[in-house]
């Protein structure tokens, strides 16, 4: 359900970094939606639903899909927080506060992107200047929403009288969280401007950020003075430096906590691989820091089960020769304790030799390795990729250890090659640092 909002008390706090907007493609002024799915009076709306139920702790993501808008929305900030209300119709009902303010992204998007995505946990305050409710689960008969409002992009409030037409939706789900994660080695940073951790990343470590597996994140340590609310500056959830390019338009923001104290703090930000590289696809890499805040180290994170962005040789396995076909036999019982001492993640690389024609074809099994079964109940296949050009024809395939054991969950492993496929090498790696 949706419906525009009615009374609800909200403090920008500017620093903090509301993002700026413009349509997928920017309309001609004047231009207005024919039919839109929502209208932004004065600015606002919110999105009411009931599902997911928004428990303490938990992580949720918000996504705006804008797919045409009218042409004075343009150049909007955009922010939000997720809240609820026992009665969504009573006006005079305080909102009470699920995960505070905080903005989207990309913070500010250029034409043709069409999606914003919030992250919030249950229970964050985030860049809001209210406090959220200390156990933030939604109670029973609770209608819980996420309140949306854009402003000027001089940060001023729409007039009531301001209406926006959207093509679009909302949608609220349970982000997918990651319990177990393995650290692929920190860069190095630079000391721009005198300032500790400030600067552009060489080519090699924006590459190796950039060539992280999906659900990869950066981790980078901060240390800033805090000042008290109300002080105009560095407050909590104030930002204090981005990551990405060296503008707001393409950059990801580093905000200090909305939980943090007066004082000096030195805090850990978690910024995913993706929403830089959503904001920022191609160049260096910068680390951008003000305020008096500095970095002291910058660590890359990828989800343990994802696949490494590098690898260590661990040797090779000496090949059979059963029935005269190289490469055909079972592994010796030195390379399966071999295999056995590997790291979660690693994979044998496999070098296949075969004629191209007819039969065998482009996506043709050629080979096996696992056990001996003809139905693949026991091994996994190995095939001829497509497109490869008939004659002579030598390829490798990877394959994870975790995939044959799955199959073969004790047996020593057996390359098993037929017809005129032979195999020349077989060799183990380890995920890499």
């Given at each position: 359900?949706?419906?525009f ?28 939606v ?6 932004f ?63 989207p ?33 939604t ?21 009531s009288?301001?209406n ?24 190095t ?19 190796k950020i ?28 104030w ?20 939980t ?55 040797g ?30 690693s ?8 004629t ?26 190995i ?17 994870k ?7 073969l ?14 195999v ?10």
């Amino acid at each position: 359900m949706k419906k525009f909002l009615s009374v609800f008390p909200v403090l920008l706090i500017l620093c903090a970094g509301i993002i700026m907007m413009s349509c997928p493609s920017d309309p001609k002024p004047g231009y207005k939606v024919d039919n839109p799915d929502m209208e932004f009076k004065g600015g606002k709306f919110q999105y009411d639903f009931d599902t997911p139920k928004i428990e303490h702790g938990k992580e949720y993501e918000v996504i705006l899909t804008v797919e045409d808008c009218d042409a004075d929305f343009v150049g909007s900030q955009l922010g939000g927080k997720i809240c609820y209300k026992m009665d969504l119709d009573d006006d005079t009902e305080e909102a009470k506060i699920l995960s505070g303010w905080t903005n989207p992204i990309p913070r500010q998007h250029s034409k043709n992107v069409t999606t914003y995505t919030w992250t919030f946990k249950a229970g964050e305050k985030n860049s809001d200047s209210l406090e959220p409710e200390t156990d933030a689960t939604t109670p029973n008969g609770g209608k819980q929403f996420f309140h949306f409002e854009a402003q000027t992009s001089a940060y001023k409030p729409y007039s009531s009288k301001v209406n926006f037409g959207i093509k679009g939706g909302f949608e609220v789900k349970v982000k997918e969280t990651i319990d177990d994660w393995t650290s692929e080695g920190t860069v190095t940073l630079g000391n721009a401007d005198s300032t500790a951790g400030k600067g552009t990343l060489s080519p090699t470590d924006s590459e190796k950020i950039r060539n992280l597996p999906a659900g990869s994140k950066i981790v980078i340590t901060v240390t800033v003075t805090v000042n008290a609310a109300g002080s105009s500056s560095n407050e909590p959830g104030w930002g204090v430096g981005s990551v990405g390019g060296w503008n707001t338009t393409d950059s990801v923001s580093i905000n200090i906590p909305g939980t943090a104290s007066a004082g000096e703090l030195t805090f850990d930000c978690e910024i995913e691989v993706s929403a830089i590289k959503t904001v920022f696809p191609t160049g260096d890499i910068s680390i951008n820091l003000y305020n008096g805040a500095t970095a002291s180290k910058l660590e890359l994170f990828r989800p343990t089960n994802a696949a490494p962005t590098t690898w260590v040789s661990a040797g090779t396995v000496t090949l059979g020769n059963a029935e005269g076909v190289a490469g055909k036999g079972t592994f010796s019982d030195a390379d399966m304790t071999k295999i056995s001492g590997l790291p979660a993640n690693s994979k044998i690389a496999i070098t296949v030799h075969t004629t191209v024609s007819a039969d065998p074809a482009p996506g043709w099994g050629v080979a096996t390795i696992g056990g001996w079964s003809s139905d693949g109940s026991d091994n996994v296949s190995i095939t001829i990729p497509s497109g490869a050009p008939n004659g002579d024809y030598t390829f490798t395939v990877d394959i994870k250890i975790s995939d044959i054991r799955a199959k073969l969950p004790t047996d020593a492993f057996s390359i098993n090659c037929w017809g005129v496929t032979t195999v020349t090498k077989a060799e183990l790696f380890k995920p890499g640092t």
